[in-house]
């Protein structure tokens, strides 16, 4: 069974690779040291299919070192010293570079093994992970590395993969290949950034595309069937689960419905209707808060009722949310306020509860001041009374400072008026 597209037309030099100019173009810091020939250990951090394993092959190729994969989901720490023996062998003359792809997934000891040797030098590490390595690779491991960052590929470059992808099977199969309409533009669009989908999307065309006379035609039609949801490139454990909720919740705080409905629409399209709910409802809390408190029952009858019909119907009442919540008036100070009162209590600020507040019980006979005195509002005029509240060495504190919006200010000009009566 032959390669994938991708491996077959695996890029063999720096120039090949599309994308990743911050990285690789003349005169970048990571050009400059593949071009120096001294390779440090480096981390590779970026999603799929965008070039880090091309890149470290292409390295190993350039420093005529021996090329070693592991991979941190079926590798062993038995696999990491057999690999390290290989050093003191003919083998690897010019010493071994090791590419661990997915390093997150090997544990603290096995990351460990890796120190000593990656430290003299006998081993050159090049680790790649779609995770944020600062979460999940070992501190000693990242403190003996340079991390480079990859990113998606823009669509322009995977436009200029994807015609090289068609040129080389039109050489591979001795066939004339045209596409009609938008077709490349389409399998770009729906790749996701990722270089690799987008290969093996030309071919998965080409192989579903009628062939007559020496000529194969790719209709868009082909390619939006073959493509339409491969751009959905969504991990719920991964850095894209927590960029996309982020996304969510900032672009509701910053009041942008446009925004606030994509991402809604991009998490529902990945089936996450659980995490909309739940950052929905925090929004509402967090930053509508007291500006308009009614939205609090409001979004949750919106979230109630999507959890109710299911998806697709979903959608309506939790857009209707996110819509409202975007344009609502915004305030924090309740968040503001507890957050507060909580680093205080952190801090041990926990005073006695004031005597007046305490549950009624009985006095001790040590007590000289016997009775709780505690002042029922309602008994007075306005229904307050002027008592204390806060422990007795925190009176005077002030945690929570009403917001701008008008509902705020009104509460705060009716509490003003009452209290400055008596």
């Not at 090329?67 to 083998?91: C, W």
């Not at 307050?384 to 005077?396: F, S």
Request: charged fraction near 25%; proline fraction near 5%.
């Amino acid at each position: 069974m032959s390669a994938p597209l991708a491996e077959r037309l695996r890029p063999q030099a720096l120039g090949d690779i599309v994308g990743q100019k911050h990285l690789l173009a003349p005169g970048r810091p990571l050009r400059r040291i593949i071009e120096s020939g001294s390779i440090p250990n480096m981390v590779f951090y970026g999603p799929s299919g965008v070039g880090k394993t091309t890149l470290a092959s292409i390295i190993a190729k350039r420093t005529s070192r021996s090329l070693y994969k592991l991979n941190g989901t079926t590798a062993s720490t038995a696999d990491i010293r057999e690999i390290i023996k290989r050093t003191e062998t003919f083998a690897a003359p010019n010493g071994v570079l090791l590419y661990l792809d997915e390093i997150q997934y090997l544990n603290k000891k096995q990351q460990q093994t890796l120190l000593e040797f990656i430290e003299n030098g006998s081993v050159t590490l090049i680790a790649s992970t779609t995770e944020n390595p600062y979460f999940y690779v070992y501190g000693a491991v990242l403190s003996r590395c340079t991390v480079f960052e990859f990113k998606q590929v823009g669509k322009g470059d995977i436009l200029t993969a994807v015609g090289r992808a068609f040129g080389f099977l039109e050489n591979e199969m001795h066939i004339k290949i045209e596409t009609e309409g938008n077709a490349c533009g389409v399998i770009a669009s729906s790749c996701g950034g990722d270089v690799r989908k987008a290969m093996n999307a030309v071919e998965l065309c080409v192989l579903a595309s009628k062939t007559s006379g020496g000529k194969c035609t790719v209709a868009e039609d082909t390619a939006r069937e073959l493509t339409q949801r491969s751009s959905m490139k969504y991990d719920k454990d991964g850095d894209e689960h927590y960029d996309l909720l982020s996304a969510f919740q900032k672009s509701m705080r910053g009041s942008d419905a446009d925004a606030g409905v994509y991402y809604l629409a991009r998490l529902l399209e990945a089936g996450d209707l659980p995490s909309v709910c739940r950052r929905l409802l925090v929004c509402a809390c967090e930053d509508v808060g007291l500006a308009y408190p009614q939205i609090i029952p409001v979004v949750k009858a919106a979230v109630d009722s999507a959890l109710q019909v299911g998806m697709p119907e979903a959608r309506i009442p939790l857009a209707d949310a996110v819509i409202l919540v975007c344009n609502a008036p915004k305030s924090n100070s309740a968040y503001i306020a507890v957050d507060a009162a909580a680093a205080d209590i952190r801090a041990g600020k926990t005073g006695p509860v004031p005597r007046s507040l305490q549950n009624k019980h009985c006095d001790g006979d040590d007590s000289r001041k016997k009775g709780q005195f505690y002042k029922y509002p309602h008994d007075f005029q306005d229904h307050w009374v002027e008592q204390g509240y806060l422990p007795e060495d925190m009176r005077g504190t002030v945690y929570y400072r009403p917001g701008s919006n008008k509902t705020e200010q009104a509460y705060k000009n009716y509490w003003e008026k009452i209290k400055h009566k008596q």
